[in-house]
Nanobody, 123 residues
């Protein structure tokens, strides 16, 4: 079992930055791939970024490439999402998720989810 708690969301102006954190419980965090997803009102949950268990491999949605960066600190059981050059269309609830072994863009492959943190970008 893995429990996930996101933090770092808030209100920011377009062009600004935020860093989301996701703290995980459990001693096996380093064996889990981690992902960030988001869901805007009236829309389906969508993939944002994912990182392998070692941190050596990452993948991003086209909409955030070059603006967002995912990273992890296995010693702190934490994964981060640095978000720069934020746009109003980035407004959503952001969720982190965990799955054993390999990373993937598919949300249905992640068995563990946090409660989400709201990110609002004003124009």
């Amino acid at each position: 079992q893995v429990q996930l708690v996101e933090s770092g969301g808030g209100l920011v102006q377009a062009g600004g930055s935020l860093r989301l954190s996701c703290a995980a419980s459990g001693r096996t965090f380093s064996s889990y791939a981690m992902g960030w997803f988001r869901q805007a009102p009236g829309k389906e949950r969508e993939f944002v970024a994912t990182i392998s268990w070692s941190g050596g491999n990452t993948d991003y949605a086209d909409s955030v490439k070059g603006r967002f960066a995912i990273s992890r600190d296995n010693a702190k059981n934490t994964v981060y999402l640095q978000m720069n050059s934020l746009k109003p269309e980035d407004t959503a609830v952001y969720y982190c998720a965990a799955r054993p072994q390999y990373y993937t863009q598919k949300p249905e492959m992640y068995p563990y989810w946090g409660q989400g943190t709201q990110v609002t970008v004003s124009s």
